[in-house]
């Protein structure tokens, strides 16, 4: 499988030919035979929504865990906030993707993680304006996999049930660790979780040297574009073409 919206909805296809109920973290245990699809997002906004819209696009509902502390994006910003509105107007949920790495005095101390992860989920609540009940974590340590993390009013897709009670897939770094049609059409699985990052999700397929590239590319005509709405005359200063 690529990683084209086409290749997407190709098993989309296979998972509803094979008669799997696409359900999520809440529903699954009404279903003898499901799939959650969980989608990670920690590097752009925007490449999360056209996923979203592709899915509404397919009937299909599914749970975006956003990264609140990436370096790349403002969660408060108005332009960020609309973009969180239109994912979740598509019919999705929206979860707390978390960085354990961002406390390092959390190390090791799931208890101290537990209570950073109860901090960030009131505040991107504060931004949907909406409870925020699932969470996902970002690159996390053995340690915190280990432990299975029972955080209040909050639903881990990292406990121990959605990955034992479930076959997992995951695309992270842009690889497949095994084959996901092949494991779908087996029909092998009664539950699957699938994890899917939507950043390397394109109309057409790139590859990973050429997207990675594309994207820190497209940084400087963003940045300039910012930098326009909040310098009076950037133009004078800074022609646009020069930074291209
Ligand atoms: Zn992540």
Same mark, same amino acid.
């Given at each position: 499988?690529?990683?084209?919206?086409?290749?997407?909805?190709?098993?989309?296809?296979?998972?509803?030919?094979?008669?799997?109920?696409?359900?999520?973290?809440?529903?699954?245990?009404?279903?003898?035979?499901?799939?959650?699809?969980?989608?990670?997002?920690?590097?752009?906004?925007?490449?999360?929504?056209?996923?979203?819209?592709?899915?509404?696009?397919?009937?299909?509902?599914?749970?975006?865990?956003?990264?609140?502390?990436?370096?790349?994006?403002?969660?408060?910003?108005?332009?960020?906030?609309?973009?969180?509105?239109?994912?979740?107007?598509?019919? @999705? !949920?929206?979860?707390?993707? &978390?960085?354990?790495?961002?406390? %390092? /005095?959390?190390?090791?101390?799931? =208890?101290?993680?537990?209570?950073?992860?109860?901090?960030?989920?009131?505040?991107?609540?504060?931004?949907?304006?909406?409870?925020?009940?699932?969470?996902?974590?970002?690159?996390?340590?053995?340690?915190?996999?280990?432990?299975?993390?029972?955080?209040?009013?909050?639903?881990?897709?990292?406990?121990?049930?959605?990955?034992?009670?479930?076959?997992?897939?995951?695309?992270?770094?842009?690889?497949?660790?095994?084959?996901?049609?092949?494991?779908?059409?087996?029909?092998?699985?009664?539950?699957?979780?699938?994890?899917?990052?939507?950043?390397?999700?394109?109309?057409?397929?790139?590859?990973? @040297? !050429?997207?990675?590239?594309? &994207?820190?590319?497209?940084?400087? %005509? /963003?940045?300039?574009?910012?930098? =326009?709405?909040?310098?009076?005359?950037?133009?004078?200063?800074?022609?646009?073409?020069?930074?291209?």
């Amino acid at each position: 499988m690529d990683f084209s919206y086409k290749d997407y909805k190709a098993l989309i296809y296979a998972l509803n030919q094979t008669g799997y109920v696409i359900c999520d973290y809440d529903s699954w245990c009404n279903f003898d035979r499901c799939v959650i699809l969980r989608h990670d997002v920690d590097i752009n906004l925007d490449t999360a929504l056209d996923f979203a819209r592709i899915e509404e696009n397919l009937g299909v509902k599914s749970t975006y865990f956003i990264l609140l502390t990436s370096d790349f994006y403002n969660l408060f910003s108005a332009k960020s906030r609309a973009i969180l509105q239109s994912v979740l107007n598509c019919g @999705h !949920e929206i979860g707390l993707h &978390f960085d354990e790495t961002q406390y %390092p /005095e959390t190390i090791g101390k799931p =208890d101290m993680v537990t209570s950073k992860i109860t901090e960030e989920a009131a505040a991107l609540s504060t931004i949907l304006q909406l409870p925020v009940t699932k969470v996902s974590m970002h690159r996390p340590s053995k340690e915190i996999l280990k432990a299975d993390m029972k955080i209040p009013g909050m639903i881990n897709s990292y406990g121990k049930t959605f990955f034992n009670e479930f076959k997992y897939l995951s695309d992270s770094r842009r690889r497949w660790r095994e084959q996901v049609m092949d494991i779908v059409n087996s029909g092998e699985y009664d539950r699957l979780h699938i994890l899917t990052h939507p950043f390397w999700y394109l109309e057409a397929s790139k590859g990973l @040297h !050429e997207r990675l590239k594309e &994207f820190v590319s497209n940084g400087n %005509p /963003e940045r300039w574009d910012i930098l =326009d709405n909040n310098f009076t005359e950037l133009p004078k200063e800074l022609a646009k073409d020069e930074i291209l």
